[in-house]
């Protein structure tokens, strides 16, 4: 599976952004879907998960209630809506597939996409 992330861009606080994931190869609904970001000097963190049929998500407590992650398999795609953005959200975001034995927060991830540069403003 190759993953290519996009969307990202220069916004103010508050404002909004859509991030998608475009998937290529076969077997995309199989796979659990996850966004991770990296700030600058930080370390990667996780932000969301979905499931492979989208019926469970998983969000970071740092953006609960502010982003929504969401996919649409029929286009191989996985989006991270991001709403009320904050200037700590600045960081590469990066896509990621893989699966899980148990709960989503236990998922472990085997392709990994470039990233797309988020940067929020004051």
């Known amino acids: 599976v190759q993953l290519q992330a996009s969307g990202g861009g220069l916004v103010q606080a508050g404002d909004s952004l859509r991030l998608s994931c475009a998937a290529s190869?076969?077997?995309?609904?199989?796979?659990?879907m996850g966004w991770f970001r990296q700030a600058p000097g930080k370390e990667r963190e996780f932000v969301a998960a979905i499931s492979a049929r989208g019926g469970t998500t998983f969000l970071a407590h740092s953006v609960q209630g502010r982003f929504t992650i969401s996919r649409d398999n029929a286009e191989n795609t996985v989006y991270l809506q991001m709403s009320s953005l904050k200037p700590e959200d600045t960081a590469v975001y990066s896509c990621?597939?893989?699966?899980?034995?148990?709960?989503?927060?236990?998922?472990?991830?085997?392709?990994w996409g470039q990233g797309t540069l988020v940067t929020v403003s004051s």
């Open positions: 990621a597939a893989g699966s899980r034995s148990g709960n989503l927060a236990g998922a472990d991830y085997y392709y």
């Open positions: 190869g076969r077997a995309f609904s199989n796979y659990v």
